[in-house]
């Protein structure tokens, strides 16, 4: 690993990166995204050194060419393909051995890169030695896989339109120039991040599958108040990080031009996914795109994930990514306190981001009695996988005919909130909030912890031995946790 992290002689500007699209036929099949200047030829990809691969054009801009490549490994340890002169092992076997790794919140609000690389990456390193170690076969990211937050000084036109009064706000255009500076910010900042040496390793040796959160746009999006969504720079900025979010999440053309099988909504409008491997299904609704003040999803996004969740081959386990936990404390209580306290609706956001806010109760019922069919009607077991929120903790749902596990693991990169804020989420989890009669929600401490969060950095793995799962948290102080059955 340490050769591969120092190596900065490959002849483009960025990549590869790879994608996940699932497996068919004994076969793993692969996207890769490359980035070079506009005039570079891009080199060739040849996998198991079979064959020779020639990208499609997604994009371009800003002088820059982004490719993909189209391939398929063998299902099996030990594959791997040629980029040019480079040449990269891929774990794709997919057999009664899996190892799996979850991601989320991959930097933070302010001064992300300023931080020295080592220690922002520190976890990122620590995932790349396990990898080294004992291969992972896909990396799950669950959400804000950049901060973007930044954008906001992208342009001097956008720093005074955020500075603005709302009627000031609601009045002006978003133009060519400030259009040009956020897309420009957007797609230069996931190349910034995705270069980074620990990421940019796995990244070539890992398949990824994403689902982006509210700081792939910028904090808080779909969920401000006063009109803001409609406001047509708030949209432009919107659709500039949606175009960086499919070439750079989901890798398909920004047009929505042509879409794998696994995004079901072929008007790419939700922008939710569905992969099918051995054993193994993964779910990602997408809880951003049609997201509104009173909705996390839109018709289109629950017709797809209704969809989705359906026909899954009966032997296998469902792992549901939902963005924002899908098990969470009682906000009620906080939401009911802030309607009253000074200057406190400035965290009305925060909470409306959530299925457990007042605004979104209906739909969370809905939510949760669909993943209680899943696992009761269809006979599935379901995993949720989350993050949002800084912090690891794990949930459960007890349904009619079996327990759901919910696990967070947020952020790999955030620093952790006060110990302070993880016992007041602590004290809202123990007085418990039950949607849906007879079938309790509950969170729990973390395997050999005693506190319900953990206020430090963390991700997850997941391992499949033949039929049997566990999970294990990685804790940046406190360490490996035990192994989790689920």
Not at 13 to 31: D, E, H, M, T, V
Not at 168 to 187: C, G, P, R
Not at 350 to 366: G, I, P, Y
Not at 369 to 389: M, Q, R, W
């Amino acid at each position: 690993m340490d050769e591969a992290l120092d190596d900065t002689s490959v002849p483009w500007l960025a990549g590869p990166f790879l994608f996940g699209r699932g497996c068919y036929a004994g076969s793993a099949k692969i996207a890769a995204l490359l980035v070079t200047y506009h005039d570079d030829t891009p080199p060739v990809l040849s996998p198991m050194g079979e064959g020779r691969i020639m990208p499609v054009k997604l994009a371009e801009k800003f002088d820059r060419s982004y490719w993909r490549y189209d391939f398929t490994l063998p299902q099996q340890a030990g594959a791997w393909y040629d980029l040019g002169e480079e040449h990269f092992p891929v774990s794709t076997d997919f057999g009664d051995n899996l190892d799996l790794a979850f991601v989320s919140c991959n930097g933070q609000e302010q001064g992300d890169l300023d931080r020295p690389i080592a220690q922002r990456n520190a976890l990122w390193a620590d995932l790349c030695h396990g990898h080294d170690v004992k291969p992972f076969s896909l990396l799950l990211h669950g959400g804000d896989q950049i901060y973007a937050d930044m954008v906001w000084q992208c342009h001097p036109d956008i720093t005074a339109w955020h500075k603005a009064s709302n009627s000031a706000k609601k009045s002006a255009i978003f133009t060519d120039e400030m259009a040009d500076a956020v897309l420009k910010f957007y797609l230069d900042h996931y190349i910034i991040v995705y270069s980074l040496p620990q990421i940019a390793y796995l990244m070539a040796r890992v398949p990824s599958v994403m689902m982006w959160d509210d700081h792939d746009i910028f904090d808080g999006w779909g969920s401000h108040a006063g009109g803001f969504q409609e406001m047509a720079v708030a949209r432009g900025m919107y659709d500039a990080a949606r175009y960086a979010f499919m070439l750079m999440q989901l890798c398909i053309p920004p047009d929505g031009s042509t879409l794998p099988e696994g995004i079901y909504d072929k008007t790419a409008r939700s922008l939710g996914w569905r992969y099918d491997y051995p054993g193994i299904t993964i779910i990602a609704p997408d809880l951003r795109s049609e997201r509104r003040r009173d909705a996390l999803m839109g018709d289109v996004g629950w017709h797809m994930l209704e969809k989705m969740v359906r026909n899954v081959p009966q032997s296998n386990r469902i792992l549901l990514m939902s963005s924002v936990p899908a098990i969470g404390p009682r906000l009620s209580v906080v939401e009911a306190i802030l309607q009253v306290m000074p200057r406190a609706q400035k965290y009305e956001d925060d909470l409306r981001d959530q299925w457990q806010s007042r605004a979104h109760r209906r739909e969370w019922c809905r939510f949760l009695e669909l993943i209680e069919d899943i696992a009761t009607t269809d006979d599935h077991d379901v995993t949720i996988l989350s993050g949002e929120i800084h912090l690891a903790t794990r949930g459960v749902f007890e349904t009619r005919s079996r327990i759901v596990h919910q696990l967070v693991a947020s952020g790999i990169a955030h620093n952790a909130p006060a110990n302070a804020f993880a016992r007041c989420l602590g004290f809202l989890a123990w007085l418990g909030d039950n949607p849906l009669p007879g079938r309790p929600t509950r969170l729990c401490p973390l395997p050999g912890q005693s506190s319900i969060y953990v206020a430090e950095r963390n991700y997850l793995t997941l391992s499949r031995h033949q039929s049997s799962w566990h999970a294990n948290w990685h804790l940046e102080h406190s360490g490996l946790t035990p192994d989790f059955p689920i």
